[in-house]
C-alpha cells in the first residue's frame, strides 16, 4: 500500500509563488509515475503536472512556464513549484503515484493524497 501527504498549501496574492510538497511511503518500490492535480468546486479533477522516475516531465499548457514539478528520489517526495500564481490557480491540489508503462497527465493514477488548498487572491 502507498501512502501520500501534501503540504505547501496556502493563501498567497497573485503573482506569488507556492512550493507544494507530496511525502510517498509505504511500498514504494514499484512506483514510477508522480503527479499533481488539481479540482474546483463541482468541476473534475484535472492534471497538472506529471514526472517519471527518469525525471521526465509533463506539464499542461495551461500552466506551462509558471510550474515545475521535480522529485528528490532520496526523501521519496516530489514537488510542485508554483510561480506567477493567478486566481484561476484556486484549487484543492491533489499528488498521485502509480506503477505505469508511460507517464503523462493522460496516466491513470492509483494512489492519492487528501489534497492541500491553494487560494490566490486578486
Known amino acids: 500500500q502507498v501512502h501520500l501527504v501534501e503540504s505547501g498549501g496556502g493563501s498567497v496574492q497573485a503573482g506569488g509563488s507556492l512550493r507544494l510538497s507530496c511525502a510517498v511511503s509505504?511500498?514504494?518500490?514499484?512506483?514510477?509515475?508522480m503527479g499533481w492535480f488539481r479540482q474546483t468546486p463541482g468541476q473534475e479533477r484535472k492534471a497538472v503536472a506529471t514526472?517519471?522516475?527518469?525525471?521526465?516531465?509533463d506539464i499542461v499548457e495551461s500552466v506551462m512556464g509558471r510550474f515545475t514539478i521535480s522529485q528528490d528520489s532520496a526523501k521519496n517526495t516530489f514537488y510542485l513549484q508554483m510561480n506567477s500564481l493567478e486566481p484561476e490557480d484556486t484549487a484543492m491540489y491533489y499528488c498521485?503515484?502509480?506503477?505505469?508503462?508511460?507517464?503523462?497527465?493522460?496516466?491513470?493514477?492509483?494512489?492519492w493524497g487528501q489534497g492541500t488548498q491553494v487560494t490566490v487572491s486578486s
Open positions: 498521485a503515484a502509480a506503477h505505469r508503462a508511460l507517464c503523462g497527465t493522460r496516466a491513470w493514477f492509483t494512489n
Open positions: 509505504g511500498d514504494t518500490a514499484p512506483i514510477n509515475c
Open positions: 514526472i517519471d522516475s527518469d525525471d521526465r516531465s
